[in-house]
């Protein structure tokens, strides 16, 4: 499986576990359908689940006059991949998580979040050094 589509599936699995509660196995089975598991995707809901606390910190710490509450949950959700991506995944550059963040956007968010969101990573970028 391409990361493009490790991550789409990945914003897919984490918007059930946000919403639905659905438990991680089960999430990513449900994306998955008949297509074979993939280490990546795995990787990206796994990582980003295990490490919720700290990336939303991070994302809170970026938001000017709004909350993680107020925030839509596509929008939430790709932000938290993106800052699992940057934060803790060593063999992918920043920029590159980033423009990947922000494609998956144009195809799972609305005309605004592709700008939010870059506003939000880059500024998570440049606090975390990277």
Do not use: C
């Not at 144009?106 to 592709?114: I, M, N």
Request: overall charge negative; cysteine-free; aromatic content about 6%.
């Amino acid at each position: 499986m391409k990361r493009r589509i490790a991550r789409e599936k990945a914003l897919q699995a984490l918007f059930q576990i946000d919403i639905n509660e659905a438990e991680t196995n089960e999430a990513i089975e449900n994306v998955l359908g008949e297509s074979a598991s993939d280490p990546y995707l795995n990787q990206l809901v796994e990582g980003t689940v295990e490490h919720l606390e700290q990336i939303d910190k991070a994302i809170s710490e970026h938001l000017e006059k709004w909350t993680l509450n107020r925030l839509a949950k596509v929008d939430l959700n790709i932000l938290r991949l993106g800052v699992y991506e940057l934060l803790f995944v060593e063999d992918v550059p920043a920029n590159v998580a980033i423009n990947e963040a922000l494609e998956v956007s144009k195809r799972f968010g609305d005309e605004r979040s592709s700008k939010f969101i870059n506003g939000i990573l880059s500024k998570v970028k440049e606090s975390s050094g990277k």
